[in-house]
């Protein structure tokens, strides 16, 4: 299905030729608006007959749209790893609600828990299912190629620090890449009420209608394991020196 987004020119069978104004991939209504009409028309694209100005049909249920833009950043960063930016990563991690996945691209040194922040290299799902696009310049629905043009042309100094190697790093995501895309992308948070951090990494579909996901578990990014022991360990030595007895003083 082609993308639709605000300024996705359709056509209505009653109401000829509009242009969308807003969006809502998540419940599947649009505002329209059609001629010199002041007003928007809002319409539902599972059963309002909705077209694409050339007379495609728009299939919101039967070919449902990402929700979120995770897996089109996963098949972007894997060609740009191929092509020597290994020094691309993503994190992605729930938003309280659990509604929506927030996203963020760094470069530079790969530190889960201090990256560097940048312009228009984050954002969230609840902002992508009004407007499916990054942010830096992209259109609805363009290819990874297309992606990391853009994005080399949004930020070319932000880009230039993701050159050089990690080899690791690399490996396991094309091996994440391999297991998931095009229907599934990943998390690197989990819900804490759950119980403590699962032992394979949390797959997440990306657009409704995708079942669960039933392949093998998957491995958390290299050197995660090594970080959160780490974090133990300098936790209890921030207390042992408040004057607070350590978790094995207990």
Not at 64 to 93: I, K
Not at 148 to 173: M, N, V, Y
């Amino acid at each position: 299905m082609k993308p639709v987004a605000p300024g996705t020119v359709i056509f209505h069978r009653y109401r000829g030729y509009g242009v969308i104004t807003s969006v809502n991939l998540t419940t599947g209504w649009v505002s329209a608006r059609f001629g010199n009409e002041g007003r928007t028309l809002d319409l539902n694209l599972s059963s309002d007959q909705v077209q694409h100005a050339d007379g495609e049909a728009i299939l919101f249920r039967r070919a449902p749209p990402d929700r979120m833009p995770q897996a089109r950043l996963m098949a972007m960063m894997r060609e740009l790893h191929r092509a020597g930016y290994q020094r691309l990563y993503l994190y992605s991690w729930p938003k309280p609600s659990g509604l929506h996945w927030r996203w963020h691209l760094f470069t530079g040194p790969r530190n889960w828990m201090q990256r560097a922040w940048r312009e228009g290299w984050y954002g969230s799902g609840a902002d992508y299912t009004l407007n499916p696009v990054m942010g830096w310049g992209d259109a609805p629905g363009a290819s990874a190629q297309e992606l990391s043009s853009t994005l080399a042309k949004f930020d070319p100094q932000g880009l230039a620090q993701a050159l050089g190697r990690d080899e690791d790093h690399t490996a396991w995501f094309d091996s994440i890449c391999e297991a998931l895309l095009p229907d599934y992308t990943f998390s690197l948070g989990w819900d804490h009420r759950d119980g403590p951090q699962p032992e394979g990494l949390p797959v997440i579909p990306v657009r409704r209608g995708v079942p669960e996901y039933a392949g093998p578990s998957l491995p958390w990014p290299p050197g995660w394991a090594r970080l959160w022991s780490t974090a133990r360990t300098d936790l209890v030595v921030r207390k042992t020196r408040a004057g607070v007895p350590s978790d094995a003083d207990r």
